[in-house]
């Protein structure tokens, strides 16, 4: 059976809360319509860039069986459904499969560290259950469990699984994986350190799995756009070489800090971070505000200066200390499940 290739930008999106802290549906129908609106091919509901990991079952629920509804013919909506063993990711995956979802993402449960074999029989075992086509997520740094070549190229020949998303350091792995011409979407994380993005583009990969469309969705995009001419090759080099200060602003802290620091900053409807995470504010969110206005991208999106969200909050040099600390430094990992 010949699947579906997901191509192109395919967006992990912030969660809105309101300001008591519950889950805004208006500003998801927002944020969705922003993205339909600026050349997004897919999106990513409930991975890490949505929070997931602080939301309740029931909210993930709610937020599977509202946001279906804005949804667009041509614009799959996937949503992250990863539980804490086999048979709550597939309940998830079912319940998604129930609302009418586009498809499921799922990674290893956190926390075990499963050794290759067993992560690889996880993913079997969801795909065999699944209603609805699965993309995998090859995300180390979060899971503990590294999937080499050999067991993506074993998983890509499951008719269900259709995505393989990599968030690893090794760019010689996307090689391996296109030379072995499996029927399968291959995406990659937009951290620029890690090194994915020219590889996948220029090896013939299908674009990225990013966390950057949630600010500059046009440009992501074109930088997503698989490789057909010549000329998409050296419009990729020019966008992707002007954007990359903000990219790396995206992942100066553990992801989502940053982007959605920045996206209520600039009047988008993000609301706060949960807790623990703590909002930037100040000199350093300033800056990204800043990399905004630089790039232009405040007159093409029409961004407006939530200035409640920059004002400093906390010392100087208490901000200049959490900046460079070791947890809020980027690392150049992908955090996007």
């Given at each position: 059976m010949h699947k579906t290739i997901l191509k192109g930008s395919?967006?992990?999106l912030i969660t809105?809360?309101?300001d008591d802290g519950s889950v805004d549906f208006d500003g998801f129908r927002q944020l969705i319509d922003f993205q339909w609106s600026n050349g997004t091919s897919a999106l990513l509901i409930m991975g890490s860039t949505g929070e997931v990991s602080l939301l309740t079952k029931a909210e993930r629920q709610e937020i599977i069986s509202e946001t279906v509804h804005f949804k667009k013919p041509g614009k799959p909506i996937f949503y992250g459904c990863t539980g804490n063993n086999t048979?709550?990711?597939i309940n998830m995956v079912e319940?998604?499969?129930?609302?009418?979802?586009d498809g499921a993402i799922i990674t290893v449960p956190s926390y075990i560290y499963a050794p290759v074999e067993a992560a690889v029989r996880y993913f079997l075992e969801v795909a065999d259950a699944s209603p609805i086509p699965v993309g995998i997520y090859n995300n180390p740094v979060r899971v503990g469990t590294d999937l080499p070549a050999e067991a993506i190229i074993q998983l890509a020949e499951h008719p269900n699984i259709i995505i393989d998303k990599e968030a690893m350091a090794?760019?010689?792995?996307?090689?391996?994986?296109l030379a072995a011409n499996t029927d399968m979407s291959l995406m990659c994380c937009d951290s620029p350190n890690l090194g994915l993005v020219p590889a996948v583009l220029s090896l013939g990969g299908h674009g990225t799995a990013n966390m950057s469309g949630n600010i500059s969705p046009r440009e992501m995009a074109i930088i997503s756009k698989p490789w057909e001419t010549y000329a998409d090759a050296v419009k990729f080099?020019?966008?992707y070489l002007t954007l990359l200060p903000l990219i790396q602003f995206n992942y100066s802290r553990v992801n989502p800090v940053p982007v959605k620091s920045l996206a209520k900053a600039l009047g988008l409807p993000a609301g706060s971070l949960r807790k623990p995470?703590?909002?930037?504010?100040?000199?350093?969110?300033?800056?990204?505000v800043e990399l905004v206005k630089k790039l232009g991208l405040m007159e093409q999106?029409?961004?407006?200066?939530?200035?409640?969200?920059?004002?400093?909050?906390?010392?100087?040099?208490?901000?200049?200390?959490?900046?460079?600390?070791?947890?809020h430094t980027g690392t150049g990992k992908c955090f996007i499940d």
């Open positions: 395919f967006v992990a809105p809360f309101k048979q709550e990711t319940y998604a499969a129930g609302k009418d979802a090794r760019p010689g792995q996307i090689a391996q994986i080099r020019e966008t995470y703590i909002n930037m504010t100040g000199e350093a969110l300033r800056q990204g999106y029409n961004y407006k200066i939530n200035e409640a969200a920059t004002a400093d909050r906390i010392s100087p040099a208490e901000e200049t200390k959490s900046v460079n600390h070791p947890a």
